[in-house]
Antibody, heavy 118, light 110 residues
C-alpha cells in the first residue's frame, strides 16, 4: 500500500533553515509528482509547491519562491523540502502529498510540525 | 494567488443534507474541472473525498457528491452522520500551473 512517512518534529530559531523528508513506499516513486502543503495552527491548508521526482522539475507558489526548495533522492524514494530564513509565522505542520494524476492529492504524509521560536 | 472562498462553518442534523460552497475565479475553478475536496479530522492528515469536481475515489461513500457552476464548486453531504463532523477543504488547479486551497469549512453535526 502507498505510504508517505515524514521526518519528525523540529524546533528552530528565527532565521534558521529546516529540512523535512518524505519517504515513499508502495509505488514507483519516480512516476508520481509530489506536492508540499502546510497548515499553520488553527488555520487552513496552503499549497507550497510540486516536484517531479523523475526529472527534478519544480513549481513553487510565488509566496515561497525565494526561500523554499524541493529536492529528491530517487535512490531512496525520498522527497525533501527546505525552508530558509524561518520566521515565527512559518510555524506549521508541513505535509507531503502525492499527486494523484487527476489534479488532486491522493495520499498524504502524517505531517511534520515545525516550530519557529526564539 | 488568493485562497478560494468557503463558508467558515456549516451545520446539520443527522440524516439531513448540507452543502459547502467553494468560490474561485475564472483563473482557477471557473476554467478547469480540476477541483478536489478533502476531509480533515483533528490531528490527522487530509483525506481525498472528491476529484475532478464529481469523482469519488474508491472507498468514499456515495453520500459525498460534488458539482460546479461557473466559478463556484460545491460539496454535498447527504444523510449526515456523526462521523462526518470534520473540516472540509476544496482545492483547484490554476492557470499559473499552481494549486490553491479554500480557507476550510467546519462541519458540525448537531
Amino acid at each position: 500500500q502507498v505510504q508517505l512517512v515524514q521526518s519528525g518534529a523540529e524546533v528552530k530559531k528565527p532565521g534558521a533553515s529546516v529540512k523535512v523528508s518524505c519517504k515513499a513506499s508502495g509505488y514507483t516513486f519516480t512516476d508520481w509528482y509530489m506536492h508540499w502543503v502546510r497548515q499553520a495552527p488553527g488555520q487552513g491548508l496552503e499549497w507550497m509547491g510540486r516536484i517531479h521526482p523523475n526529472s527534478g522539475a519544480t513549481i513553487y507558489a510565488q509566496k515561497f519562491q525565494d526561500r523554499f526548495t524541493m529536492t529528491r533522492d530517487t535512490s531512496i524514494s525520498t522527497a525533501y523540502m527546505e525552508l530558509s530564513r524561518l520566521r515565527s509565522d512559518d510555524t506549521a505542520v508541513y505535509y507531503c502529498a502525492r499527486d494523484g494524476h487527476k489534479w488532486n492529492f491522493d495520499y498524504w504524509g502524517q505531517g511534520t510540525l515545525v516550530t519557529v521560536s526564539s | 494567488q488568493s485562497a478560494l472562498t468557503q463558508p467558515p462553518s456549516v451545520s446539520g442534523s443527522p440524516g439531513q443534507s448540507v452543502t459547502i460552497s467553494c468560490t474561485g475565479t475564472s483563473s482557477d475553478v471557473g476554467s478547469y474541472n480540476r477541483v478536489s475536496w478533502y476531509q480533515q479530522s483533528p490531528g490527522t492528515a487530509p483525506k481525498l473525498l472528491i476529484y475532478e469536481v464529481t469523482n469519488r475515489p474508491s472507498g468514499v461513500p456515495d453520500r459525498f457528491s460534488g458539482s460546479k457552476s461557473g466559478n463556484t464548486a460545491s460539496l454535498t453531504i447527504s444523510g449526515l452522520q456523526a462521523e462526518d463532523e470534520a473540516d472540509y477543504y476544496c482545492s483547484s488547479y490554476t492557470s499559473r500551473d499552481t494549486w490553491v486551497f479554500g480557507g476550510g469549512t467546519k462541519l458540525t453535526v448537531l
